[in-house]
């Protein structure tokens, strides 16, 4: 059974910068067939796509939030990082990590969630 | 940059058939996902590649997509079913996953 985990601070000062780490558990971390996943839900409103990377490192960014963003990946610890620059009070959110599980151009969804971290940016 | 448009909420009665749509420009030349989404719980995945649903998700589920309009519809929908539901879909064009707004649909 595959089981994300999001860990990290979760208080931020504005300006700081946001880091997680995604660790997962089972057996598909590094199967080529799989991309991962960060998403958030600010308080209120919609879900945000964030980005995604490949166990190489490729990866895709959100064109609203690429300036800020970068993802990394560790396969030796089966885990997955995001940092965003810069935040400030609307980067507040729960932030989840995801497995998409497949292409994206092939429809394939995200298919196994973290339970989320609930993130605060305030002075 | 593509968008997704989702009504904001939808009503059902117990056991009748819920229709939530998305609609995007020519959604239907693009694969469709459906997420529902439950207060205090993570996203699950009801709906891939349009109309197929992944192990354990139950038959009332099902979807569709031609043209600009893409539709999830709950058969027999249940009180468990009330959630946030979010369609999402990739745009080639900016390599970006999209989601839609999200639709409430509440069964009363």
């Known amino acids: 059974q595959l089981h994300l985990q999001e860990s990290g601070p979760r208080l931020l000062k504005p300006s700081e910068t946001l880091s997680l780490t995604c660790s997962v558990s089972g057996d598909s971390f590094s199967e080529e067939i799989y991309y991962w996943g960060w998403i958030r839900q600010p308080p209120g409103k919609g879900l945000e796509w964030i980005g995604h990377?490949?166990?190489?490192?490729?990866?895709y960014y959100n064109p609203s939030l690429k300036s800020r963003v970068t993802m990394s990946v560790d396969t030796s610890k089966k885990q997955f990082s995001l940092s965003l620059s810069s935040v400030t009070a609307a980067d507040t959110a729960v932030y989840y990590c995801a497995r998409q599980g497949g292409g994206f151009l092939e429809g394939y969804g995200m298919d196994v969630w973290g339970q989320g971290t609930t993130i605060t940016v305030s002075s | 940059s593509y968008e997704l448009a989702q009504p904001p909420s939808v009503s059902v009665s117990p056991g009748q058939t819920a229709t939530v749509a998305c609609s995007g420009e020519?959604?239907?030349?693009?694969?469709v996902c459906w997420y529902q989404h439950k207060i205090g719980q993570s996203p699950l995945l009801v709906i891939y590649q349009d109309n197929e649903r992944p192990s354990g998700i139950p038959e009332r589920f099902s979807g569709s997509n031609s043209g600009n309009t893409a539709i999830l519809t709950i058969s027999g929908a249940q009180a468990m079913d009330e959630a946030d539901y979010y369609c999402?879909?990739?745009?080639?064009?900016?390599?970006?996953?999209?989601f839609g707004g999200g639709t409430k649909l509440t069964v009363l």
């Open positions: 990377i490949y166990y190489t490192g490729n990866s």
């Open positions: 020519n959604l239907g030349n693009k694969f």
């Open positions: 999402q879909a990739w745009d080639r064009a900016s390599a970006s996953v999209v």
